[in-house]
C-alpha cells in the first residue's frame, strides 16, 4: 500500500487556481509523511459545495485516498462512489483499495482490471498488482502468480511481484518454487530485504529446518527497523511454529509471553495471544502464570485476552465453572475491541450448550455492538439467528440470515436457505418466496429447490391448511426421486389420518409408499410413530404394545418418545399391568423433567406403586407424590391427598390428618378440599370414641352442607354421617340421616347418583328391621326397587323376603 500511496499521490492533481492548489497540497502533505489522519480532516475541511468542479472532484478523491490510507475503508466508498468521479481512472483505483480492504474481491477485481486495461492511465501496473492481489484473495493462486509474472520485468514493482509470488509458492506448500525466485530477487530497501528474510524463514518451517527458520526470523524482532508490523508479527509466529516442530514450547512460548508483556496495546496483541495458546496446548504441564497475572493487570486489551486464554486452558482441563467465570469477567471489562468477538462466540456457545439461549443471545448481541467486520460478522448473525431459531422466534431468526445470506460470506446460501425456512415457519409465504428466489439466483442447488418444496408442505400439513395435500403431492410429482419423498408420503398419510372422517386405509396406502421409497430415517420414525396410533384406533391393544415397545427400542430418542411411552403406560395400567405401568411414567417424568406431562406421569407411576400395596410400593408411592408437590403444578394438592392415603394404609393416621389439615388451609381447588375433607372426616370415624365421633360428624356435615357440591359428595357425607351417630349410639339420628339420602335423592333424573343412595338406603332398611319395624323397612326397600339402579333387584327379593316371613300383604 505504501509504494501504490507514494506513487499515486502525485496523480491527484488540481487544473484551478494557486491559491487552491496550495491549500490542496497543504491538506494532503501528511498523506506522504505516513500520518493519512490528519489529512483526513484537513480534506473534509477543504471540500465543500463552493468549490469548482473540478476542485471538488480533486479534492474528494484525496479524501477518498486518505480514507483508505487510514483504515476507513467504508467511509471512502461513500465518497469516492460519487457519480463525479466515475470516470477517473485514479479515482477508481482507490475505489477497488477499499474493497480490497473489505475482502469484497469480486468487485475490486472489476475495478483493477477496467484500470489495468486502459492503455492511457498511468496507474496500469499498480492495477495489474492490484488484479494479482484480488485473484490470491479469491483463491486464484494459479491465477495470481500468472499475474504477477507479468511485473517480473518492472522497474517499480519487479521484487515487490516475485515476493508475493513467493508467498503465495509458500501458502502453495511449494518451497522449492519458493526458494528460486527468493534467490533470484535482488531487493533494493531495507524493508524488502526483511520480506526476504521473513519468506526465507518460512521457507525452512516447509522444508522441515525448524533451527534454521529460527535464525532467520529472529533477526526481525532484534531489529525490527524498516520491518513493517505484518512481518514482525508474522516472525513472532514463524518463531513459535519452528518450536513447536522441534517439540519445545516451553521455549517458545518465552518470545511470545515478552512481545505481549512490552505491548499490551498492539493492534495484532490478540494473533500473539491465539500463538501462544497454541504453544501451551503442547506443553505437558499446564502454564497459567502469565496469564493470571495478565488477567489482573488494567492494561487493555491484554487483560481481557488473558481471560479468555485462561478460559481456554480451564476447559482443556475440564473445569467449566472456572471457564465461565472468566468469560464473564471478560464480558463485564470494559474494554470494546472486534478482536474479541471470538472470544464472545465461544463464550455464546457454551451458554448455549447449556440451553441458556437468552444469554447467549445477549452475549451475541455484545458482540454485534463491536461491530465486526466480514466473516466474524456473519458467524455473530448466524450463531445469534440460529438460537431465535431454536427458541421458535422465527422472525428475528430469518431477519439474521437474511444479513448473512445478502452478504459476500461463504455461508451466504446455506443463511438464505435457512432464512426462507424462518418465514415459512411464520406463515410469511411472500418473504418466503422472495428468500427463494434470491436463493436460486446465487445459484442454489436442484436440492435446495426441492427441500423448499417439501418444507413448504410439511410446514402447511402442520399447521392443517386446506392446501397441504396438494403442495405434498406437486413435490412429490415434480421431484419423484428426490430422497426425502418418503416424508412426503408420510405426510399425506398423517393428514389422511387426522381428518375430520379419519381415512384409515388411505393412511396406510400413504404409509406403503412411503415404505417403497427407500424413507429416510425422519420418515421411518413418522410412519412408526403414525401406524401406532393407527393400531389404537382399531383398539388392539396389544399390537399397540408391541409397537410402542419397538418404537422406544429404535427411537430412543425421538420427540414422540414422550407420547409413545404415555399411551404404553396407560394401556398397562389399564389392563392393571401395575409394574410395568410404574416402569413407564417414571422413564416419562425422567426423559421429559420440564415438559408438561412429566407432573402427570409422575403422579400415575405414584397411583401405580400404590395398587400394588407392598410396603416398600408404598415408600416409594410416597416419594413419588412428594416430587409431584414439589412441581407445584396444577396436582399439588391432589399428590398430598394422595400422601394422606398412604399414610393410611401404613397405619399412620395421624399424619394422614396433618396432611388433609394442609391441604384445607390451603388454596387448593374444590375438589381437592372435598377430598381432604372427607378423608379427615374417614380417619376420625376409624379411630372411635365420643369425641372423634364428634369431630367426624362435624366434618360430615361441612362436607354436605354445600349446594353447589356434587351429589355424590352430600350423599356420601350424610351416609358415613349416619355410620358415626350409629357407632355413637344415636340409632335414631342414623336413621334419620340415612333416609335424608333416599328422601332427598327421590325424583331426580336417572342419571343421579347411586352407589351411596343404596348404601344409605339399605342400611335405614338394617335398622328398622332390627327394631323390628318391618312395615318402615318395607316402605324403604320399595323405593330402592322403584329407583332402577342396579341394586334394585336386591332391594325387590329383599321386600318379597319381608312380606313372606311377616305377612305384609296390605293395600
Known sequence: MGLIAAALLSGVTATASGDFTAELDAARAPLGEGVPEVAVVRLRALLNPRLKPEEWRTTAEALGAALVLSKQPREALSVLNAAALRDRASATFWRAQALATLERWPEALGLYRAVANDTQSPLRTQAAFGVAEALRGMGDREGALRQLQTLFTDKDFAVPARLRAAEIYLDKKDPVSARQL???????????????????????????????????????????????????????????????????????????????????????????????????????????????????????????????????????????????????????????????????????????????????????????????????????????????????????????????????????????????????????????????????????????????????????????????????????????????????????????????????????????????????????????????????????????????????????????????????????????????????????????????????ALFFAAESAMSSMGAHSLDRAMGLLDQVVRRNGDLKWTARNEQALVERKLGKPQDALLLYDEVLKSEARPSDKREALCGKGDILFEAGGADNYRRAIEAYDQLAADKEEPVHWRNQALFKKGLCLEKAGDRAGALTTFYGVVQTDAGLDPRRELFWYYKAGFNAARLLEEDAKWESAAAIYGQLAAAGGPRSDEARQRLERLRLEHFLWGE
Open 182 to 600: 527468493l534467490d533470484e530477487t535482488q531487493p533494493a530497501t531495507s524493508a524488502q530485504k526483511k520480506e526476504r528474510r521473513l519468506l526465507r524463514g518460512r521457507m525452512e518451517l516447509l522444508l522441515r529446518n525448524p533451527e534454521r527458520a529460527i535464525a532467520a526470523f529472529q533477526p526481525l524482532l532484534k531489529k525490527p527497523e524498516n520491518a513493517s508490523h505484518d512481518i514482525i508479527i508474522a516472525a513472532l509466529s514463524g518463531i513459535a511454529d519452528a518450536h513447536l516442530q522441534m517439540r519445545t514450547p516451553e521455549a517458545g512460548d518465552d518470545v511470545l509471553e515478552d512481545f505481549i508483556e512490552r505491548h499490551a496495546q498492539d493492534a495484532d496483541v490478540d494473533v500473539a495471544f491465539a500463538k501462544l495458546d497454541e504453544l501451551y496446548r503442547a506443553e505437558r504441564k499446564i502454564a497459567r502464570t502469565e496469564l493470571e497475572r495478565w488477567s489482573r493487570d488494567p492494561a487493555q486489551p491484554r487483560r481481557a485476552l488473558a481471560l479468555w486464554y485462561l478460559a481456554r486452558l480451564d476447559l482443556r482441563a475440564g473445569r467449566r465453572d472456572r471457564a465461565l467465570e472468566s468469560f464473564g469477567a471478560l464480558r463485564r471489562t470494559e474494554i470494546k475491541s472486534s478482536m474479541l468477538v471470538p472470544a464472545l462466540l465461544e463464550y455464546a456457545q457454551l451458554k448455549i450448550e447449556e440451553q441458556d439461549f437468552d444469554n447467549a443471545l445477549a452475549i451475541l448481541r455484545d458482540a454485534q455492538l463491536l461491530r465486526p467486520e466480514g466473516a466474524l460478522r456473519d458467524r455473530v448473525n448466524l450463531l445469534a439467528g440460529s438460537v431465535q431459531y431454536r427458541l421458535k422466534r422465527f422472525a428475528p431468526a430469518a431477519t439474521a440470515f437474511e444479513a448473512v445470506g445478502r452478504s459476500e460470506s461463504p455461508w451466504s446460501r446455506a443463511a438464505m436457505f435457512n432464512a426462507a425456512l424462518g418465514w415459512l415457519r411464520l406463515g410469511d409465504y411472500a418473504r418466503f418466496a422472495a428468500a427463494a428466489e434470491t436463493l436460486q439466483k446465487q445459484g442454489g442447488d436442484e436440492d435446495a429447490r426441492a427441500r423448499l418444496r417439501l418444507e413448504e408442505g410439511l410446514q402447511a400439513a402442520a399447521r392443517g391448511e386446506p392446501q397441504a395435500a396438494e403442495l405434498l403431492r406437486n413435490f412429490i410429482h415434480d421431484f419423484p426421486h428426490e430422497r426425502r419423498v418418503s416424508e412426503a408420503w408420510v405426510a399425506l398419510a398423517e393428514l389422511a389420518f387426522h381428518a375430520q372422517l379419519p381415512r384409515i386405509d388411505e393412511a396406510k396406502q400413504d404409509l406403503s409408499r412411503a415404505a417403497a421409497a427407500s424413507p429416510t430415517s425422519a420418515a421411518q420414525e413418522r410412519a412408526d410413530y403414525l401406524v401406532i396410533w393407527l393400531e389404537d384406533a382399531a383398539s388392539n391393544d396389544t399390537k399397540v404394545i408391541e409397537l410402542a415397545n419397538r418404537f422406544l427400542r429404535e427411537h430412543s430418542v425421538s420427540a414422540f418418545a414422550a407420547d409413545v411411552r404415555m399411551k404404553l403406560a396407560e394401556l398397562y395400567y389399564r389392563r392393571q399391568d401395575l409394574p410395568n405401568a410404574q416402569t413407564q411414567f417414571e422413564m416419562i417424568a425422567q426423559q421429559n423433567p420440564a415438559s408438561p406431562t412429566a407432573e402427570k
